[in-house]
């Protein structure tokens, strides 16, 4: 859960589509060194180039997406058009305007695919009810605190020795990269932090080959994890869906 390409496109195409930043900008912040192509758009055929595909949507009269993180048993943000929430449940992301939601796919290595759903005729959803950045980044402390200590008797660091890299980091967090330059400096930070602890979740939560976990210990660890990927996904929302003002 260390990637966000959703992220990516609702803060890159916000920033287009208000006019803070060049085409050129956005489209090298959300594709970084990949191909991504858009399925699903209406009045296109097939896929389409993501140039192409941000063009329509200023086309749409699109003015912001905002990142969703949906979770089994959590769908808010996105709305309810058929085939939507399954894709993005899967994907664990979707980027959601007011005209069109769209849900990345890895395809390969090297090529992303973003399916397009039209949101004409569709009720919107209820307002996402976002903390503050402070709050979020206070959400992070505590659950960083209470499952550093279950983790560290579990022995994490003995399966995967990055993890007390990743943890020591906290203390001095280093900003996201790869966003607009107008961001706001503690959304930068706080998405830093939480991306850090994206990792450690990846980490935790696959067993070393061999690692001897028995059930008692992996509910623990599960248990523990699970108020920290809670504060993760609060944070990244946040963090990704902030507008300088």
């Known amino acids: 859960m260390h990637d966000f390409p959703a992220g990516r496109f609702a803060v890159w195409a916000t920033a287009w589509l208000t006019g803070r930043t060049a085409y050129d900008d956005a489209l090298d912040g959300i594709t970084g060194h990949s191909a991504h192509r858009v399925v699903g758009l209406a009045g296109s055929d097939g896929a389409i180039p993501l140039g192409e595909a941000l063009s329509a949507l200023r086309g749409l009269g699109e003015k912001r997406l905002r990142l969703v993180l949906p979770a089994p048993g959590d769908v808010r943000g996105l709305p309810a058009v058929p085939g939507l929430a399954p894709l993005a449940l899967e994907a664990g992301q979707a980027a959601v305007g007011d005209r069109v939601a769209l849900v990345p796919e890895q395809l390969g290595s090297a090529v992303l695919q973003w399916t397009a759903f039209g949101l004409d005729d569709v009720p919107p959803p209820p307002p996402p009810v976002e903390g503050t950045l402070r709050a979020a980044s206070g959400a992070l402390d505590l659950a960083v605190t209470d499952a550093a200590r279950t983790l560290a008797e579990l022995d994490l660091a003995r399966w995967h020795p990055e993890v007390p890299t990743l943890l ?12 607009p330059d107008d961001h706001d400096p503690l959304a930068l930070s706080v998405l830093g932090r939480a991306l850090r ?3 450690v979740l990846d980490l935790a939560a696959t067993d070393a080959p061999g690692a001897a976990v028995n059930h008692a210990q992996a509910a623990r660890r599960d248990a523990a994890l699970r108020p920290l990927a809670g504060a993760v996904r609060e944070a990244v929302t946040a963090a990704y869906n902030a507008v300088p003002r």
Do not use: E, I
């Open 197 to 199: 602890l994206a990792a």
């Open 168 to 179: 020591a980091g906290l203390a001095r967090p280093r900003p996201a990269p790869g966003l």
